[in-house]
């Protein structure tokens, strides 16, 4: 009795995680809905305004790209219809520019046509700015002084 159990948990998470993913456009979901794609282009700097090379950019529905030297970097991704997407940037270079915390942003997309109409069409966001913050560094202190 106890492996059945296992077995039908194994086979309902299998399920779940076919019906849950996003895949390529035009690719749909259980319900027969679109996936829409999205672009998001911008620049990533650190509090100053300098632009950052080599930092990490993501979705949680594409891969990850890397920011140029001018800071720029274009994301894209297909899923079901939403409005908005965080988009994630993680410092990859290690010491090369500084070292930054992680950051996210939630970032508003905007519909900018398709052939079905704004729930499985395409969505843009251009001219995002991510500020990143530099990692501190924390030393110990004297715990007597406490």
Known sequence: MHMIRKLFFAAAFAVLFVLTGCNKPGDQDWTGMEYITFDVKGRVTDAAGNTLEGIGVKTVY???VFTDASGFFQVSGSCKPLTEVNVECVDRDGEANGVFMKTVKKVKLEFVGGAHGP???KYEATGVVI???IEAEITPGNPEVM
């Open 131 to 133: 500020v990143m913050q």
């Open 119 to 121: 729930y499985q069409g």
């Open 62 to 64: 594409g891969e990850e």
